[in-house]
């Protein structure tokens, strides 16, 4: 099957009207999105809209062999003018099949959310999952006893939990041609989505883009340890989040414990669990070496900070005469022993930390105790990463790659 994307964007586009954010602002010339709607084979429509015949025209193709046109929207939008020769915009009901004249084969897969998604069988036997936006597949798309999609087209930064959900299904392979469709402008373009985009294992193409059904397409893995540094209120949880959001298991490594009648702190645990998703699991250890040697799904381990103070309190770090003593040869070997551990792990980790010094120098011994060990423990964990990003901001730096 041939594919053609007359547009990538979300319903109302990219630019949006009027919108003045300074995605929008960017989004310009090639990198402005229409409406997603894809051409498939030149003989099934999925989507119609505004300019769909010069979208088709400007990417080389006629609509004039267009056989079937189906909707996907959760509502049926503006109205829009039927091109002549055009057969009328259906959407199937949920569960039912449609075959097209064409020698496609169309079945409507039912959403969690308003809309409908098709799974559409070529003539060559090549299969696309194409998902409207906001929507995942309910269940498993009809997807028992059958091998992983070979393209999908879905709205992989508006949710990325439904990817990890396709993955945990098999119905999305290592082989599966993840394309983000109905881009919004929550990130912007260029690096910035391709960054993203790559941490999911999909990829973005500019609008008019063609592509062939079960043709591989090498997308960048997620490297197998990252480091992301940040300072207070970065963003650097959220980003190592991200970077982790749309594989179907992840251990969420907590290293902050409980803190008994610390309300605020209680609070902020509450709020990082809400916006993690329902599939992780949550570890609160600050055991890391066993878990970074277990086989297993990945980790997000959440932060090495706190994990230095449960270190220097266990080797009585804070008191002059302990560290002088034997507290600083303890924590050495404690800290050796982490390390070793990123070195050798076989999971796929992803550690968050603070960045420290930028200027600040701690009014007690103690506190700059903590800040040299926390500056040479990132120091050398990132050493046995492949992927090092510093958040500022909000905004991801990347330092090693």
Same mark, same amino acid.
């Given at each position: ?7 990538t964007? %979300?319903p109302?586009g ?5 919108c003045p954010?300074a995605?929008c602002?960017?989004?310009v /010339?090639t990198?402005s999105?229409a409406a997603?709607?894809?051409l498939?084979? /030149?003989?099934?429509l ?8 010069l979208?088709?025209a400007r ?5 004039t /062999?267009?056989?079937?046109v189906?909707l996907?929207h959760?509502?049926?939008g ?7 020769g055009?057969p009328t915009?259906?959407?199937?009901p949920d569960?039912q ?8 084969r169309?079945?409507a897969?039912?959403m969690?959310?308003?809309? %409908?998604g098709?799974?559409?069988t070529?003539?060559?036997?090549g299969r696309l999952?194409y ?17 992983p999609?070979?393209?999908?087209l879905a709205?992989v930064?508006?949710r990325p939990?439904?990817l990890?959900r ?10 599966t041609d993840?394309i983000?469709?109905h881009?919004d402008?929550d ?9 993203r985009?790559a941490?999911?294992?999909a990829?973005a193409?500019p609008?008019?883009?063609?592509v ?5 397409e090498?997308v ?5 340890? %990252?480091?992301v ?6 963003g650097k949880?959220?980003e190592?989040?991200?970077?982790l959001?749309s ?7 907590a290293?902050g ?5 610390d %309300?605020?702190w209680?609070r902020?645990v509450?709020?990082h669990?809400e916006?993690r998703?329902a599939?992780?699991r949550?570890?609160e250890?600050?055991?890391l ?5 277990d086989?297993?799904p990945?980790l997000?381990?959440d932060?090495?900070?706190?994990w230095?103070?449960?270190?220097m ?10 560290w002088?003593e ?5 924590l050495a070997?404690?800290t ?9 792990t076989?999971r796929?980790?992803?550690?968050v930390s603070n960045?420290v010094?930028?200027?600040v120098v701690?009014?007690?011994a103690?506190?700059?105790?903590f800040?040299?060990?926390l ?6 964990v990132a050493g046995?990463c492949?992927?090092?990003l ?8 990347v330092?090693?790659?």
């Amino acid at each position: 099957m041939e594919l053609t994307l007359l547009g990538t964007g %979300t319903p109302v586009g990219l630019p949006r009207p009027g919108c003045p954010c300074a995605a929008c602002a960017v989004c310009v /010339g090639t990198r402005s999105r229409a409406a997603t709607a894809v051409l498939v084979d /030149g003989a099934l429509l999925l989507d119609l809209t505004p300019g769909a015949v010069l979208a088709g025209a400007r990417a080389g193709h006629s609509l004039t /062999g267009v056989r079937q046109v189906l909707l996907t929207h959760p509502h049926d939008g503006p109205a829009v003018e039927l091109p002549p020769g055009l057969p009328t915009a259906v959407r199937v009901p949920d569960g039912q099949e449609l075959s097209v004249i064409s020698g496609h084969r169309v079945r409507a897969a039912a959403m969690d959310a308003p809309g %409908t998604g098709y799974e559409v069988t070529g003539p060559d036997g090549g299969r696309l999952l194409y998902l409207p936006p906001g929507g995942a597949p309910a269940g498993t798309a009809g997807q028992s006893g059958r091998r992983p999609y070979d393209t999908v087209l879905a709205d992989v930064l508006g949710r990325p939990e439904a990817l990890a959900r396709l993955r945990a299904s098999g119905a999305v392979g290592p082989a599966t041609d993840v394309i983000a469709v109905h881009l919004d402008h929550d990130v912007p373009p260029g690096r910035e989505l391709e960054r993203r985009l790559a941490a999911a294992g999909a990829r973005a193409v500019p609008d008019g883009t063609t592509v062939l059904v079960g043709a591989y397409e090498a997308v960048p893995d997620l490297p197998r340890r %990252t480091l992301v540094l940040g300072g207070a209120r970065s963003g650097k949880s959220v980003e190592a989040e991200r970077r982790l959001e749309s594989f179907p298991e992840v251990v969420y490594v907590a290293t902050g414990g409980t803190r008994d009648g610390d %309300t605020e702190w209680a609070r902020r645990v509450g709020l990082h669990r809400e916006r993690r998703p329902a599939t992780w699991r949550t570890v609160e250890t600050c055991e890391l070496v066993p878990l970074l040697a277990d086989d297993g799904p990945a980790l997000l381990i959440d932060c090495l900070a706190l994990w230095l103070t449960e270190a220097m309190d266990r080797a009585g770090a804070w008191d002059d005469e302990v560290w002088a003593e034997r507290g600083r040869e303890e924590l050495a070997e404690r800290t050796a022993a982490l390390v070793a551990a990123v070195r050798t792990t076989r999971r796929r980790v992803v550690l968050v930390s603070n960045e420290v010094g930028s200027g600040v120098v701690p009014a007690t011994a103690s506190g700059r105790r903590f800040r040299d060990e926390l500056g040479r423990l990132n120091a050398r964990v990132a050493g046995e990463c492949e992927h090092v990003l510093l958040v500022v901001a909000g905004q991801a730096v990347v330092l090693k790659e």
